[in-house]
């Protein structure tokens, strides 16, 4: 598939086509942009931030939704951290609904959910690829799921309705601190958070 650059005047740092069920991790400096693109559509990414000086202050769900006023992540939302400082903005997003309250997959809620699990889910991508970087178990928290579509009824109940990314669709992400972002190309076969069936999706940084 081919793909050019829309960053304006920006430069490709790294380019990855990140497997299905696979995690993927980068260090951001500040300005640089992080593009995901779903390459064959309905495809969930589980998806942590961290400030690269201060890794403890990192992602924070709760502020994120309450400073953007939304529980729905799109075009110009900002992912806030523990101490209120933008990680990232969304720049761009072709897909319109990204979720914020699911939090990811695991072996363990598989199998209370469905009695049997995928032998992996996110939250065990998500403490495989933190150990690269000094973190591990303890450091993962509620996590962002691009292309990922959460409704909540008046009652409060909530549940995952089928993606409603296109194939090609991309959302990117401009780094506002150095941070370390931190992704899980989610491995959930058993419910529609990735269509049953995961597929690859590609992770491109550009420095702008
Ligand atoms: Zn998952």
Redo the contacts with the bound molecule.
């Keep these: 598939m081919t793909f050019t650059n829309p960053i304006e005047g920006g430069t490709i740092l790294q380019d990855t086509v990140v497997p299905e069920g696979e995690p993927w991790s980068a260090k951001l400096a500040a300005g640089d942009v992080l593009r995901l693109v779903d390459l064959e559509g309905q495809q969930?990414v589980?998806f942590l931030c961290y400030s690269f000086d201060d890794l403890a202050d990192r992602y924070n769900a709760a502020n994120t939704i309450k400073l953007n006023g939304n529980i729905y992540l799109g075009q110009g939302a900002a992912l806030w951290s523990v101490r209120a400082r933008k990680l990232m903005t969304i720049i761009e997003d072709t897909c319109g609904f990204h979720d914020t309250i699911y939090g990811?997959?695991s072996v363990e809620v598989d199998d209370v959910r469905f009695g049997k699990n995928n032998g992996n889910?996110?939250q065990g991508n998500f403490e495989r690829e933190l150990t690269k970087h000094g973190l591990d178990q303890k450091d993962i928290v509620a996590n962002v799921n691009f292309f990922m579509r959460v409704p909540v009824a008046e009652s409060g109940a909530i549940g995952i309705v089928p993606g409603i990314s296109k194939p090609g669709d991309y959302v990117s992400l401009r780094a506002e601190q150095d941070v370390l972002a931190v992704l899980?190309n989610?491995?959930?076969c058993l419910n529609n958070?990735a269509g049953f069936k995961p597929t690859p999706i590609r992770a491109i940084i550009y420095s702008t």
């Design positions: 969930a589980d990811c997959c889910g996110c899980s989610c491995p959930e958070a």
